[in-house]
C-alpha cells in the first residue's frame, strides 16, 4: 500500500536554528515524486520542494532542501535559519506513476511547527 | 501574474442550499483538483479533471458535483445531499498528470452550514 508518515505531530524551534521535518514514504512503484508544502494559519497550502525518484541529487530551494535517503525510503525536509514566518503546518505528499485511472497526490498527516523567538 | 483564485473566501450556507464554488486559473495547465480539509486533518480529494469536459470522482465525491466546461475554469457545487459540508475547500491544479506535476493551490473558500 502507498502511504506517507509524518510522526511528528508538533515541534518547537528556536528561530534561526535548523529545522528537520521528518517524511517516511511507502510504494513498491520505482516511479514517484515527493512533495513538501506549507500551510499557514490563512489555509493556503503553498509548495516548498519537490524530489523524483529517479534525481540522483537532493533538491534545494533557497532555505529548503530535502534529505532524500532512497534506501531508507526517507523524504526529509530541512529548513535552515528558521525564521517566525516558517511557523505553519507542513505536508509530505506522494505521487506515483499512474498505472489505474487514480492520479491524486498522497498526504501524510502533516507537522506543526512553531518558532519561537 | 499566474496563479488559482477561489471565490468567495468565505461562504455561509443554509440547511438544503446547494452552494458553488469558483475556481479559475491562468497557468494553463490541464489538469485541476478539488480538495476537502477538515480542521486538524489532511486533504481529501472529491473530484480531478484531466481535460476540458471530462472529470472523476475522487475519494468523497458523494454530495458534489463539478463541471468543466472550460480549462481556465473548475467549479464545484456543494449541494444539499453533502450531510456535512463545513469545511475548507481548496482548488489545485497542475500541467500534467505525471508523478513529476506539481500540484499548485488555490487560497481556498471556507464553507459553514448555519
Known amino acids: 500500500a502507498q502511504k506517507i508518515t509524518q510522526t511528528q505531530p508538533g515541534m518547537f524551534v528556536q528561530e534561526k536554528e535548523a529545522v528537520t521535518l521528518d517524511c517516511t514514504y511507502d510504494t513498491s512503484d520505482p516511479s514517484y515524486g515527493l512533495f513538501w508544502y506549507k500551510q499557514p494559519s490563512s489555509g493556503e497550502m503553498i509548495f516548498l520542494i519537490y524530489q523524483g525518484s529517479y534525481d540522483q541529487q537532493n533538491a534545494t530551494e533557497g532555505r529548503y532542501s530535502l534529505n532524500f535517503q532512497k534506501a531508507r525510503k526517507s523524504a526529509n525536509l530541512v529548513i535552515s535559519a528558521s525564521q517566525l514566518g516558517d511557523s505553519a503546518m507542513y505536508f509530505c505528499?506522494?505521487?506515483?506513476?499512474?498505472?489505474?485511472?487514480?492520479?491524486?497526490?498522497?498526504w501524510g498527516a502533516g507537522t506543526k511547527l512553531i518558532i519561537k523567538p | 501574474d499566474g496563479g488559482i483564485t477561489q471565490s468567495p473566501k468565505y461562504l455561509f450556507r443554509k440547511e438544503g442550499q446547494n452552494v458553488t464554488l469558483s475556481c479559475e486559473q491562468n497557468?494553463?495547465?490541464?489538469?485541476m483538483y478539488w480538495y476537502r480539509q477538515d480542521p486538524g486533518q489532511g486533504l481529501r480529494l472529491i473530484y480531478y479533471s484531466q481535460i476540458v469536459n471530462d472529470f472523476q470522482k475522487g475519494d468523497i465525491a458523494e454530495g458534489y458535483s463539478v463541471s468543466r466546461e472550460k480549462k481556465e475554469s473548475f467549479p464545484l457545487t456543494v449541494t444539499s445531499a453533502q450531510k456535512n459540508p463545513t469545511a475548507f475547500y481548496l482548488c489545485?491544479?497542475?500541467?500534467?498528470?505525471?508523478?513529476?506535476?506539481?500540484?499548485?493551490f488555490g487560497p481556498g473558500t471556507r464553507l459553514t452550514v448555519l
Open positions: 505528499a506522494m505521487r506515483v506513476h499512474p498505472r489505474d485511472s487514480n492520479y491524486q497526490l498522497i
Open positions: 497557468l494553463n495547465h490541464d489538469a
Open positions: 489545485a491544479s497542475s500541467l500534467g498528470q505525471g508523478y513529476t506535476d506539481t500540484q499548485y
